[in-house]
């Protein structure tokens, strides 16, 4: 299974029928907390999974092989992704409600401001494994709906030196270089990738750059690696556009720019001893720095006013009109040569942080009773700084949105700078034991104790001053029953919990609310997010007619209180956070493989069910069936957005001789768009998408490669939410009225390409 660096040998040991774990020199590196506890239902991917025939992909391989994972593109760029399992998403969108956990080596992957989590900061040729696993206490915060586990190569791992470059349309080239040797328990592992996209839609290129160094020694009796990532990135990500327009031109987009800067370095420290015969303590330590600016230029209620054709005035959603100001407290005046007024918001986040997981593994016996014992320690921090500012821009001919210079400041809050440093820090206890009730039956027992504490301090002002507390403890219980033949039974209930974010708590006031575009202007009170899960599932393995394979079964239910919705408010592109009571995700996951000489069929099928479980109101100007004031009624039994309902997957590989086949196909049902929770307009359409790939080996070790993407060149959307295009003029399209707008998916994509391993 490839998981020598997570493995706890006393587990399969213990496992086998003895308490004695063999230490060998295999790297064991602890990648989230109680390592591989509780892997027995997890989905796992190795490195063979996740290379493509075009490299590394971990974002392609989690939604081709995992049919309870979707990915939604709010930004319209396909390395920026919203990945969404079980109903829950782990997000780059600081406006995006985080349900996931991610760990990196054993460290927090969430960023600290908004518990966010960037994939494009992953580096994909550096990846060993990655593993989706359930909603348990044990990892900590956000694991609402369950962890993403994320650990890196070592030179043990991914021994040998390759390469890779490829070229594709719209200006794509992807190119990548690794290499890893061991020799008596030193190891080495370096890697470098980059990718460039000039974009298939208007104005849309991207650039990543990744770098990634493991440097390690492994005993019989301890061992310790380094490890070193660099990312930087450059994403352009314009967004949802009109349909009428996407019907006109698919490669268009309704405003921009809209861009995103990333740089992250990391570095952490993984050691390990052994303690006795059967136990060892083992750490994972790490420090990082991130540095974010994002540019996006958009629409704004901004025109001359009524009373002073001179001056600009601000209209509100509910047609009430205000004097725009500066930041001196002075109206602004109608510019020269100005039809078309739009805001340029700007934002930086700086993040410096780091954390440790350290943990106690033994195995023991207690009246007679066998116990694989995980005691456990978290803490991470992290000291941010935030600011913003919108600026007035002039809309061009082409949507562009250039800025004219001044910064607004509303006297009413609606729009003004922010700037503000916050201090936060969660510590975590934990404990994770797996009990051998009989020689079939255990019972898996995760306990943690989550505490959290945000200090923000207004740099600006005092309205974001505070300082936010938040305790609970939780826990879990599972029961494992071994079959005959291989296969088992499961069933478990499990509570989490997740903190308000900083971003959510200071842009949680309705009268004071925050852009889209990451601002945040006031600091009420918001209560922490509490899921409670029950699952029950088999799998098991099974062989006939020369063919063998897996399949396997889960069925959950989730039901969350004091969930957290960003809505919208009275001003055009800003919104605020608000608690909405309870909401429930429940579904059924099934997968199956065969294998047979040369070929291989994977098969998947998910159905989530993501409800609203209490009433409110909320805002929704763009919805065509909001009432007068632009509010829509959300009732018990109303799905949530953005989440299908059905979704499957199949994949058909051939890999004989020198040629290498795949074809895979993965469809999802529609979904509600952003801003119709009372699921009163009419769903996004589902979709089906088939890619196509071939290899073929040239020898001395290289080998050509031709991945196609959506082969049959299908039109169709992973997100939907809505837009105001009576306010612009549409060229492409006179007259245009439809309010709802749609991201669009990549067509018809190809990559031709050279890989080379020695």
């Known amino acids: 299974m490839g998981r020598r660096r997570q493995s706890i040998p006393a587990l399969t040991a213990f496992f086998m029928g003895t308490l004695t774990p063999a230490y060998g020199q295999d790297a064991i590196i602890v990648t989230a907390p109680g390592g591989s506890a509780d892997m027995d239902d997890a989905r796992l991917l190795t490195a063979q999974d996740i290379a493509a025939l075009s490299g590394p992909d971990v974002l392609r391989a989690l939604s081709m092989q995992v049919a309870g994972v979707s990915l939604s593109e709010a930004q319209g760029n396909a390395y920026q992704p919203s990945l969404v399992y079980r109903g829950f998403s782990a997000s780059a969108l600081q406006g995006s409600a985080q349900g996931l956990a991610v760990y990196l080596d054993g460290g927090r992957f969430n960023l600290p401001f908004g518990d966010t ?5 992953l580096p994909d040729s550096a990846i060993d494994s990655v593993s989706l696993r359930d909603s348990n206490p044990i990892y900590g915060l956000n694991a609402l709906g369950g962890a993403v586990v994320v650990a890196t190569h070592n030179g043990k791992s991914a021994p040998g030196l390759s390469a890779g470059l490829g070229l594709g349309d719209h200006r794509r080239t992807k190119a990548d270089v690794a290499y890893g040797a061991a020799k008596d328990g030193r190891s080495l592992f370096v890697a470098g990738q980059v990718q460039r996209d000039g974009g298939w839609r208007d104005y849309s290129p991207s650039r990543l750059y990744h770098g990634f160094a493991d440097m390690g020694w492994d005993g019989a009796r301890a061992g310790v690696h380094i490890k070193l990532l660099a990312a930087d ?3 352009t990500g314009n967004g949802a556009a009109p349909v009428e327009l996407l019907a006109a031109d698919r490669a268009a987009v309704f405003t921009h720019p809209d861009r995103t800067q990333n740089r992250l370095l990391r570095g952490s420290f993984h050691p390990w001893i052994a303690v ?3 136990s060892r303590i083992e750490a994972s330590l790490y420090v990082q720095t991130l540095r974010q600016r994002t540019a996006n230029g958009d629409l704004a209620d901004i025109a001359p006013c009524a009373t002073d054709s001179r001056l600009l005035c601000l209209q509100s959603l509910d047609d009430e009109t205000a004097p725009l100001v500066g930041l001196t407290g002075d109206v602004l005046s109608v510019q020269a040569g100005v039809e078309d007024y739009g805001v340029f918001n700007r ?11 350290l943990q106690f593994v033994t195995q023991a016996e207690l009246f007679q009773i066998g116990h694989a014992l995980t005691l456990g320690l978290s803490h991470d921090r992290a000291s941010s700084r935030f600011s913003a500012e919108t600026e007035l821009g002039a809309l061009e001919e082409d949507r562009a949105v250039t800025g004219l210079g001044p910064i607004l400041r509303q006297p009413d809050g609606a729009i003004a700078p922010v700037g503000v440093d916050v201090q936060s820090r969660a510590t975590g206890l934990f404990l994770w034991d797996e009990v051998a009730l009989s020689s079939r039956l255990t019972a898996e027992i995760g306990l943690r104790w989550n505490q959290v504490a945000i200090d923000m301090d207004d740099q600006i002002g005092t309205l974001l001053d505070g300082q936010h507390r938040f305790r609970r403890l939780n826990p879990g219980l599972e029961f494992d029953y071994r079959l005959a033949k291989g296969a088992s039974l499961r069933v478990g209930y499990a509570e989490t919990s997740r903190a308000p974010t900083p971003a959510e708590l200071s842009c949680a006031d309705e009268n004071a609310p925050c852009s889209l575009t990451n601002f945040f202007v006031a600091d009420p009170p918001l209560d922490q997010v509490v899921a409670k899960s029950w699952e029950a599932g088999s799998d098991g393995a099974w062989q006939a007619a020369g063919w063998q394979g897996r399949w396997s079964i889960a069925l959950y239910r ?6 957290l919705l960003l809505t919208a408010a009275e001003t055009r592109g800003r919104a605020f956070f608000q608690n909405i009571g309870q909401t429930r995700r429940e579904g059924i996951e099934a997968h199956g493989t065969a294998r047979r000489g040369p070929w291989s069929l994977d098969i998947g099928y998910a159905f989530t069910r993501a409800q609203f479980r209490s009433p409110f109101v909320a805002n929704s100007p763009g919805n065509p069936n909001a009432d007068e004031e632009g509010r829509i009624q959300i009732l018990p039994a109303n799905h949530l957005p953005g989440i299908p309902t059905h979704r499957g997957l199949a994949s058909l590989g051939y890999d004989a001789g020198p040629w290498t086949f795949k074809a895979d196909m993965h469809a999802q049902s529609g979904q509600w768009r952003m801003g119709d929770e009372s699921n009163v307009d009419r769903k996004l359409g589902g979709f089906a998408r088939f890619d196509l790939g071939a290899a073929v080996k040239l020898g001395r070790g290289l080998t050509a490669y031709l991945d ?12 939907g939410a809505y837009s105001e295009t009576d306010e612009i003029d549409l060229d492409e399209v006179p007259g245009a009225s439809d309010p709802r707008a749609n991201s669009p ?9 050279l890989r080379w391993r020695r």
């Open 117 to 121: 989590v960037n994939f494009d900061l």
């Open 233 to 235: 990135t450059d994403l």
């Open 276 to 278: 006795g015969a059967a």
């Open 347 to 357: 934002s930086r986040t700086t993040s410096d942080g780091g954390g440790l997981l």
């Open 558 to 563: 989730t039901a969350i209180s004091n969930d």
């Open 708 to 719: 196609v993407t959506n082969i049959f060149n299908r039109h169709h959307a992973t997100f």
């Open 745 to 753: 998916a990549a067509p018809r994509r190809i990559l031709l390409g």
